[in-house]
């Protein structure tokens, strides 16, 4: 199973389509195997872009196996909506095991004032989960002069996951065991190197696909600096590609991809299995700031020319740290 599962990752289209995905599973065994029923009962997760999709199917993951899950979304419509299909979806789900939590994670401003009301009303948080993201038609920024997949993908989830690190810390003491970051990047981020030089895609010419890509590899970068710093507080940080998954994202913001591979994309909780894994794996198996696929640590490069060096990870972070540091 190792010698298909590597020749399934490097051919790439079977690895990150649905037949990846069937074939592994087989394989899905002792520590790498289905989380327990009632793994995660008593404990609380966060999960940021939980109005549909992947997120709502991680959220659904969460619950089956005995967590309290807040759904982050930018529109509490869309939240009630999620709430109902995954209440549906889970015979004898009370809706008060989802509430409801929002914000706009690509505004700060926002990000800081929701942290503190949400440490304030959940002080041990044992599973954050960032899977809020979006592939624009064009480079716009944000209120505050973000460019917005950079908000969206880097920023705000870097700025959150420490202005929750108290209560990540409470809920790893609580629990015994770590608590865990989970940031859901993509296998587009293999074919960029890490643009420490231009964080907002001000030259150049500008493309959504590529602006999506580029923040997803710092994605990758920024979950080894985080698994770093937040080690001493007993919190685990983990990144993840879904493979490719039939949610409205991709198949509204990438018609022709969607036309030419639809037929064997992933359903999205196919898509959301390594993140609900990760959050119920044994800390054994998980480790912490590693690059994760169907359930199995994959290399952050296969490109000797994205590789990014020490300078250039160290110049990165005192580039966000500027960037989400306080008013």
Same mark, same amino acid.
């Given at each position: ?14 690895? !990150?389509? #649905? %037949?990846? !995905? ?20 008593? #404990?609380?997760? @966060? ?5 549909? +999709? %992947? ?11 005995? &967590? ?16 109902? #299909? ?21 505004? @700060?401003?926002?990000?800081? &004032? ?9 002080? &041990? ?8 993201? @979006? ?5 716009? =920024?944000?209120? =505050?002069?973000? /460019?917005?997949?950079?908000? $969206? ?16 810390? $409470?809920?790893? /003491? ?8 989970? %940031? ?8 960029? #190197? ?11 010419? !500008? ?5 999506? &890509? ?14 770093? =710093?937040?080690?001493?507080?007993? %919190? ?12 409205? +994202? ?10 030419? $591979? ?13 993140? $609900? ?36 990870? =160290? ?13």
């Amino acid at each position: 199973m190792s010698l298909i599962d590597t020749a399934l990752d490097r051919a790439v289209v079977p690895g !990150y389509s #649905r %037949i990846g !995905y069937l074939i592994r599973r087989r394989g899905w065994t002792g520590e790498r195997a289905d989380p327990p029923r009632g793994a995660l009962t008593g #404990r609380t997760a @966060l999960v940021t872009g939980a109005g549909g +999709g %992947i997120g709502e199917a991680i959220a659904t993951g969460l619950v089956r196996l005995g &967590a309290t899950v807040h759904l982050l979304v930018r529109s509490r419509d869309k939240g009630e909506a999620s709430r109902d #299909r995954i209440v549906e979806a889970v015979p004898g789900l009370s809706p008060e095991r989802l509430p409801i939590q929002v914000c706009d994670i690509g505004e @700060l401003a926002e990000v800081r &004032a929701f942290a503190a009301r949400f440490a304030a009303e959940v002080p &041990a948080l044992d599973v954050l989960v960032h899977n809020a993201g @979006l592939l624009p038609d064009a480079r716009s =920024e944000t209120s =505050e002069g973000n /460019e917005l997949t950079l908000a $969206v993908h880097v920023l705000g989830p870097l700025l959150l996951t420490r202005l929750l690190a108290d209560p990540l810390a $409470v809920g790893a /003491e609580r629990s015994g065991h770590d608590s865990r970051v989970v %940031i859901m990047s993509s296998g587009g981020m293999y074919a960029q #190197r890490l643009r420490d030089d231009d964080l907002q895609f001000t030259t150049g010419d !500008y493309g959504g696909t590529a602006a999506y &890509a580029r923040t997803k590899r710092m994605q990758v970068v920024m979950t080894g600096l985080l698994a770093d =710093e937040l080690a001493p507080r007993n %919190i685990t940080v983990h990144a993840l590609h879904p493979g490719w998954a039939a949610t409205p +994202g991709v198949t509204g913001s990438l018609p022709l991809f969607d036309k030419v $591979v639809g037929p064997v994309l992933r359903t999205p909780a196919q898509g959301a299995d390594t993140a $609900v894994w990760l959050a119920a794996a044994p800390a054994s198996a998980v480790g912490t700031g590693r690059f994760w696929h169907d359930r199995s640590a994959r290399p952050a490069h296969y490109l000797s020319r994205t590789t990014e060096t020490a300078a250039q990870r =160290e110049h990165f972070r005192a580039e966000v740290d500027r960037l989400t540091a306080g008013p």
